[in-house]
């Protein structure tokens, strides 16, 4: 039986203050469940003509109140003076922004997480509002894309520039970094080497395609034959050795002639033969240079262009090139992997972006059969559909099966009842809200800046938690093992010289060491009083991440 939302607010009733949602649209929504989930007090805050999952917050344990989060009375009435951190996740980004600002003048201790679009707007946001954050669906949710278009499994991370990677696991397997519950535990992806690895792999393999083409493969084998029967003809007919045969031949059908054999004293029909295999030399010759001058510059116009060219093989195409798009498309080039992409050029001003990455990008239609097949879609390892029309990504990875029936398929979808039944009924692998991945980040923001990301497993949720050992805190000069005891999981502790995952059980927390540990959400406030003064509950420090 899930537990009430008396129960739930009981769990945290020395929390000092609420958490205000504004905007009831799926991500305030998603939001808003979280935070009820954790046990946290929350009020939503959204005009009734938008509340169309009010019944479901209530549902949570949430309180709604009817208003707008840009009209100060609506705040107040919300209780702005009160509230421990006010999520703002209305798409308008001005609007969140004053928002921001008249519940800071209002409390001026209030958390404020926002999100917003504008990556210039939010930077100087970010540096001038004090305890804010500043966040986007398309960071927080591009990640999560990449990991189920490479087919992996497991829930994949980056925290402290290490990819981290949920999943069960043997307690003896090495790359372990904290055993969470049962065989749930954290390990490193490894994906830096293997993303180097791969780069240089992808890089030798378009050098190889650009100069490969069937032409030259067909003057190279006419080459040969020429070779061959010219070699047997002088060895036989000539008198010559078979090497010098063969060195003849080659010397004659390359112009160099070094006059040390010739066909001076040979009857009439070897030099006939002579003459002809200088014909051809000359014109097979002339044909390979050129074919070979054809593919490079070829090559070239099309990059410059930013024209896919239909011979990629185990790469990735990403359909609709937004702001979540391009976000996957980083995220696959900074593992290694190869991607062509292909979108509708509108103002949004990402294709030259895309181009400018080096990913050849055709300005047209996904649904077209014949635009797919220019993407290379029937080679491709996945394809990414991430336009904003569900019925289009649906289309789009319906099409690709059709081309390539072992591609991964990934479809963003807003509405998650129809992801779940596209799935299960149309066989693609992933059918993703944008909104549900990002959620979970949201309300991890929401908590402090001390709690990096979170991490949902079943029906279990877990923080990923930062913080300095302060000298005369109660951690300080502790070992492992005993923050183990307070059910803290410590993953990882570095300094100004040194940065060590999964630390020895009797490593000691020595002052000024960062720790990064995995708890429950119980366990939160236990570990920021063990290593007070890391600035948690107050997030002193704002920062950004770009919408896209």
Known sequence: MPATAASRRSKTATLAGHYIVCGLGQLGLRVAEVLCELGESVTVLAPAAHRD??????????????????????????????ARCLVLTEDA??????????????NSDIRVVLRMFNIELAHRASALLSNTEVMSLAGVAAPFLVTEALGESTETLTVWDRRLMLREAPSEEASVLARLAGDLVLQDGGAAARAARRSRARTLEQAVRILWDRRLATVLAAVGVVITISSVAFWYLAGFSPIDAAYFTVTTMTTVGYGDLNL??????????????MFLGATSLAAFYALVTDAVVGARIQAALGVPDGTNRGHFVVCGVGNIGFRVIEHLLSQGHEVTACDIPDDRGYVEPTRRLGVPLLAGDALVADNLRLLGVERARAVIATTENDVTNL?????????????????RIFDTELAARAELQFGIHACRSVSSIAAPYFAAAALGSDVKTMIRHHEDLWLLAEARVEAGSEAAGKTHAWLEEQE?????????????WHPDSNHVLNVDEELLVALRRGRLETFRRVTPGNGAAAGAGASAMEEG
């Not at 009010?54 to 344990?61: C, L, Y």
């Not at 980004?93 to 209002?106: M, S």
């Not at 001076?264 to 295999?277: D, F, H, N, R, S």
């Not at 803290?488 to 570095?494: E, N, P, Q, S, T």
């Open 53 to 82: 999952f009010a019944a479901r917050v209530r549902a949570a344990g949430a309180r709604v109140v009817d208003g707008s989060s840009e009209v100060e009375d609506d705040l107040v009435a919300a209780g702005v003076r009160e």
């Open 93 to 106: 980004d001005l609007g969140n922004l004053r928002a921001a600002l008249e519940a800071k003048e209002r």
């Open 395 to 411: 289309e789009i990875a319906l099409a690709s099966r059709e081309l390539n029936p072992e591609a991964r398929l990934v479809a």
């Open 264 to 277: 001076l004293t040979q009857p009439w029909e070897i030099k006939v033969m002579g003459m002809v295999l």
């Open 488 to 500: 803290i999981k410590l993953m990882a502790v570095r300094n100004s010289d040194a940065e060590s």
